[in-house]
């Protein structure tokens, strides 16, 4: 009996060390999965031409040249991730410790890059308006200064003290809502006036804005779901408790996250190719005002010298008698 029951005990912890073993490796799948994700978002993001580019090897971009720059940085440190921290002894202390930092710079980079276009946008209109800082950039670094104090804080103390902390981490990614809102909105007011929709803004424009509000609901939903988490995973009959669930879910994963960043390259790359296209018309124009000018000057001149040759034939003819 006592090695029947030492058997059993052997046998069943065997089978727990397999369903964790389990756990773990669909857990690296599905961070990994997320890291493939990431890379199908940059290549939309910047593999894409300018019209301006003469390579197709390098970031290109214009305006959008500094989205891009920032967006291949943040992959960067989520491949590393993958490689360093989670396919190489994942249970040394280290680089789990290392894994923790870079994901908290992983989070506070995703607004970093939301809030890089706003300021994209500052620098477009501040050649038209007077913007808020003067100089482009400025308003923006508070908000970048409480999004990145918010999110160290959450994931400090939600390793310390408690798992709910995390919902810290949420509410800094949906007050990096707010100013890129009201500059998207800026931008509308300037680029659409007049009409019966005045400050609409073109389509894609409130696309982007779209993707904004719905970024900071679900956000803020999230972080209800995240602070009044009891930790049970026990949902049944609780429809609002499994609605949070989900958005938290989506959050996570980083879909909200990505999908968010994926709309604001698009907008910009759209911008940096009106912006070549209009400055191409521009000086198109500038150039036949000026070869009409030239053409005017000629005409005003042969008309003169023709008028003084008239004169002249005049005056031969009067001098020799003839009239």
Request: hydrophobic share 40%; glycine share 8%; with cysteine.
């Amino acid at each position: 009996c006592i090695k029947s029951k030492i058997g059993c005990r052997d046998h069943h912890r065997h089978i727990h060390i397999a369903t964790l073993l389990t756990m773990k490796s669909g857990a690296e799948v599905h961070f990994l999965a997320g890291q493939i994700f990431t890379l199908g978002i940059a290549a939309i993001a910047i593999l894409p031409r300018m019209p301006s580019d003469r390579s197709n090897y390098t970031i290109g971009g214009k305006l959008s040249y500094p989205f891009r720059r920032a967006l291949l940085g943040l992959v960067g440190i989520g491949v590393f991730r993958v490689v360093g921290c989670h396919f190489h002894h994942p249970e040394s202390v280290f680089l789990r410790t290392m894994d923790g930092i870079l994901g908290t710079v992983h989070v506070v980079g995703q607004s970093f890059l939301c809030l890089t276009t706003a300021y994209l946008l500052q620098c477009q209109l501040s050649r038209y308006i007077n913007i808020e800082g003067v100089v482009p950039g400025r308003s923006l670094v508070p908000a970048l200064t409480i999004v990145s104090c918010l999110t160290i804080l959450g994931a400090v103390l939600s390793e310390i003290r408690h798992p709910n902390w995390w919902c810290l981490i949420n509410l800094a990614e949906a007050y990096s809502c707010f100013p890129v809102i009201k500059n998207l909105r800026l931008y509308a007011s300037v680029t659409t006036v007049g009409g019966h929709q005045h400050g609409r803004g073109p389509v894609l424009t409130q696309t982007v804005t779209l993707i904004e509000y719905w970024y900071l609901i679900t956000s803020l939903l999230s972080f209800v779901g995240e602070a009044t988490n009891d930790g049970d995973g026990d949902e049944d009959g609780k429809p609002i408790q499994m609605i949070l669930q989900a958005i938290r879910h989506n959050q996570d994963n980083g879909v909200d996250d990505w999908t968010r960043l994926v709309l604001h390259s698009v907008f910009l790359n759209s911008i940096d190719e009106l912006q070549h296209f209009t400055s191409s018309s521009t000086v198109a124009g500038n150039s036949d005002s000026t070869h009409s000018s030239e053409n005017t000057t000629a005409e005003r001149d042969t008309d003169v010298s023709i008028y003084e040759n008239h004169s002249l034939t005049l005056r031969q003819r009067r001098d020799h008698g003839v009239v």
